[in-house]
């Protein structure tokens, strides 16, 4: 009888030691509920003529110094193929819900994602590769505050401003490299996509002759055209640029994935003068809008559309 009336009881007691020791399992692991983390690269343009394609390989995504799970293998990209808005996928994998701080690029400037030498390299006009760093690997680091949210996806894209990071180096086996470390960092910046927002339009051009029309996007009151025109020891002029696109043949030009915000526009004529097959700066374009160039006000997932004339070039 005393034995048929313990039964009941010990059972309720290891159902709740069970449930006990479930719950101090998930506390063990950590206990803390995850978000999804998406992230994605696109490019700026790269403002010579000679390249047809700019191929990294990346063998790591980094979060806080922390790998992260939802990129797998080793990735070559073609970046120039990612331009106005589109985007190459890095990854999409779950992370533990909390703020973060900064995204890591590790690439392998030895071996593509199929073994093939180099892993990231210039590809010239005439099918001739150009090893971009004689390193084993290089690291980019971009700073940006996000916070995933239980439940919830998080969407970011890295923006690798390849007129910024990749310079010439004149006529030999190599003509192009990376730009020196404490610049190349500063060619990649993080945005959270649905919180930004684009710029497009139209411009007309049919006073001044040229091979190429340039957009660059900067922060308003931030462009000092005495400092940006001139080149730094990279090569590299417009550097404090948010980022750039290329006009196109038929005039038209977009500008995505710029943080909500006041922005101006800067338009740049360049030639090739000289017919050595490099892009010269004649200078920068002087236009007619309905909308001030110099005060655009964007918000976040909000699309400017500009028609733009030009009435003239300053040297």
Same mark, same amino acid.
């Given at each position: ?12 007691? %290891? ?43 990346? /063998? ?11 990129? &797998? ?28 701080? =900064?995204? &890591?690029?590790?690439?392998? =400037?030895? &071996? ?24 084993? /690997? ?17 969407? %970011?894209? %890295? ?27 500063? /060619? ?9 927002? &684009? ?44 980022? /750039?696109?290329?006009?196109?043949? =038929? ?65």
């Amino acid at each position: 009888m005393t034995n048929l009336k313990l039964k009941p009881i010990l059972s309720a007691l %290891l159902a709740g030691a069970t449930v006990l020791f479930t719950a101090c399992k998930k506390d063990d692991a950590g206990g803390a509920t995850t978000g999804q983390l998406n992230v994605e690269i696109t490019d700026g343009p790269i403002d010579d003529p000679g390249v047809k394609g700019v191929f990294i390989t990346v /063998s790591e995504v980094m979060v806080d110094g922390q790998p992260f799970a939802g990129f &797998t293998g080793k990735k070559t990209i073609n970046l120039l193929a990612y331009q106005q808005g589109s985007v190459a996928a890095l990854g999409l994998g779950d992370i533990e819900a909390g703020s973060y701080q =900064n995204i &890591t690029l590790v690439l392998d =400037n030895q &071996t593509d994602m199929n073994g093939a030498s180099p892993g990231c390299y210039v590809l010239a006009a005439n099918n001739a590769k150009h090893t971009l760093s004689a390193s084993a /690997s290089q690291t980019i680091t971009a700073a940006k505050d996000f916070t995933i949210k239980a439940g919830e996806k998080t969407e %970011l894209v %890295l923006d690798f401003d390849l007129r910024k990071a990749v310079q010439h180096q004149g006529s030999g086996a190599d003509q192009y490299d990376f730009v020196a470390t404490a610049d190349l960092q500063s /060619s990649l910046r993080v945005v959270i996509k649905n919180e930004t927002g &684009t710029v497009s339009g139209e411009c007309q051009n049919a006073l001044v002759n040229t091979d190429k029309i340039i957009v660059y996007a900067y922060k308003k009151g931030s462009f000092v055209r005495d400092v940006e025109i001139q080149a730094d020891n990279g090569g590299v002029a417009f550097k404090n640029a948010v980022t /750039s696109t290329v006009v196109n043949s =038929n005039g038209e030009f977009k500008i995505a994935f710029l943080e909500e915000g006041e922005y101006e526009l800067h338009f740049a004529a360049y030639n090739d003068v000289n017919s050595d097959g490099q892009l010269d700066f004649q200078g920068t374009l002087l236009l007619s809008s309905l909308l001030d160039l110099n005060a655009i006000d964007l918000t976040a997932a909000a699309s400017v559309q500009l028609n733009v004339t030009v009435s003239g070039i300053l040297p």
